[in-house]
């Protein structure tokens, strides 16, 4: 499947002071493409994809909180956004905030005119593959799918499709500076190991005696490595 996804930003008001929301606007089947849904009201229908019928939002778990003092009538109330009435339809789980600190959602519902511009990229697009299919294979057949576009609307001509795993998406551009700090904690853990091992031959190596008692006394090699062991 696949859903649209945009981030907007909302001034909050009748609540206190105004504060300025991180929301988005999705398509009615964004959350049953990510396969989370809310824990109270319901997700978005069809219908509410239209202007005029998409006055409503979905709450995150945090801002129900926060804000609402998790008031639990707050479903089917009117909230303002932006100076707009919005009817709460669902609170979603605890910790869901996709996108990245997302804390309100609302239906995508562009007008017909920005519907039918073609060549107006302003929508990101989030994709679920099917069970087995890989990423190769998603790519190949989104640049079948590109060609026929081209051949069928030429002023297309030069523009694909990248399939990007959401992971890298998100962290791709700090990948270098994370793999650093991989490193420099991994050399910083190989030199605790060492000092550790220094440690414990010293500490062997006054241990002489002791295991040459334990030896005359019967105890065999394969017993006192296992005691050592068990002490490291």
């Given amino acids: 499947g696949m859903a649209g996804v945009t981030s907007d930003t909302y001034t909050l008001t009748g609540r206190g002071e105004p504060v300025e929301i991180r929301a ?5 089947n964004f959350f049953q493409l990510v396969g989370v849904n ?15 019928k998409d006055r409503i939002a979905i709450l995150s778990h945090s801002m129900w909180q926060r804000h609402f003092g998790a008031d639990p009538e707050i479903l089917n109330k009117t909230i303002s956004l932006s100076g707009e009435p919005n009817v709460v339809v669902g609170i979603m789980p605890p910790a869901f905030q996709f996108p990245e600190k997302t804390e309100l959602w609302r239906p995508l519902a562009p007008d017909e005119q ?15 593959f099917k069970p087995g299919v890989t990423r190769t294979a998603a790519q190949a057949d989104l640049e079948v799918i590109t060609n026929q576009i081209e051949q069928q609307f030429p002023d297309m001509a030069g523009y694909g499709v990248n399939v990007v795993p959401v ?8 990948r270098r500076a994370l793999m650093m700090l991989f490193m420099a904690v991994l050399f910083v853990l190989l030199i605790a190991c060492a ?4 440690l414990l031959l010293a500490r062997a190596a006054v241990r ?8 005359a006394m019967g105890a065999g090699r394969w017993r006192q490595i296992r005691q050592f062991m068990v002490e490291s």
Wanted: aromatic share 8%; no cysteine.
């Fill in 195 to 198: 000092n550790v091992a220094n």
């Fill in 167 to 174: 992971l890298e998406h998100s962290v791709g551009f700090i």
């Fill in 38 to 52: 809310p824990v109270r009201g319901r997700g978005f229908t069809a219908e509410e994809e239209q202007p005029g």
């Fill in 24 to 28: 988005a606007s999705v398509s009615p």
């Fill in 208 to 215: 002489q005696r002791e295991v040459s008692v334990r030896a």
């Fill in 114 to 128: 920005l519907r039918g511009a073609r060549g107006a990229f302003w929508l990101p697009i989030v994709g679920r």
